[in-house]
T-cell receptor, first 112, second 113 residues
Framework: EAQVTQNPRYLITVTGKKLTVTCSQN?????MSWYRQDPGLGLRQIYY???????DKGDVPEGYKVSRKEKRNFPLILESPSPNQTSLYFC???????????FGSGTRLTVV | GEDVEQSLFLSVREGDSSVINCTYT??????LYWYKQEPGAGLQLLTY???NMDMKQDQRLTVLLNKKDKHLSLRIADTQTGDSAIYFC?????????????WGLGTSLGVNP
């Protein structure tokens, strides 16, 4: 089944403790992206990647890192999480604009 | 800057048609999308329309695009309780190679039996 898999689905952590949210897609898509979803603010892009070793900032990249060492994986790294990064995170991949995006099921992160 | 606006709530009776509206500002958008989000779930692509089209129909879904007014609508025929969800309009913004989607805040559709 074609899908984007994110892990974990839920995560509660403490301020400053490094964490990684994994994202993997099995559709051989070149383009991948991370979004965060917040009430009243909608979905905002954090980072995106055009291909292996090609990443760039989205609209709200502060406090996040990404890597794209393999085509299928695009992890989101929070080196020192803070409470304002409490949010619902989505990973997505795309073949081209006409196909839209395929989204993962989301990761609900709470930073206390 | 780029912006997408939607009304926040819509309530319909089961069996009626639902019409969810969206306006956008970026006239260079090539694709416009409708996504559905059910509680606790991810975002599911429902349908999309290319900017040179006026209408697209897919089973119970009809998308209408008025490019002059930058207005997009999604009509769901014979709305069922299973259609209760948040519906997002999005446009293909993003400069250069960034296939960023610009999102509305979502319309919460409630279906009454």
């Amino acid at each position: 089944e074609a899908q984007v898999t994110q892990n974990p689905r839920y995560l509660i952590t403490v301020t400053g403790k490094k964490l990684t949210v994994t994202c993997s897609q099995n559709m051989n898509h070149e383009y991948m992206s991370w979004y965060r979803q917040d009430p009243g603010l909608g979905l905002r892009q954090i980072y995106y990647s055009m291909n292996v070793e090609v990443t760039d900032k989205g609209d709200v990249p502060e406090g996040y890192k990404v890597s794209r060492k393999e085509k299928r994986n695009f992890p989101l790294i929070l080196e020192s999480p803070s409470p304002n990064q409490t949010s619902l995170y989505f990973c997505a991949s795309s073949r081209d604009r006409g196909d839209g995006y395929t989204f993962g099921s989301g990761t609900r992160l709470t930073v206390v | 800057g780029e912006d997408v606006e939607q009304s926040l709530f819509l309530s319909v009776r089961e069996g009626d048609s639902s019409v969810i509206n969206c306006t956008y500002t970026d006239s260079s958008s090539t694709y416009l999308y409708w996504y559905k989000q059910e509680p606790g779930a991810g975002l599911q692509l429902l349908t999309y329309i290319f900017s040179n089209m006026d209408m697209k129909q897919d089973q119970r879904l009809t998308v209408l695009l008025n490019k002059k007014d930058k207005h997009l609508s999604l009509r769901i025929a014979d709305t069922q309780t299973g259609d209760s969800a948040i519906y997002f309009c999005a446009e293909s913004g993003g400069a250069g190679n960034n296939r960023k989607l610009i999102w509305g805040l979502g319309t919460s559709l409630g279906v009454n039996p």
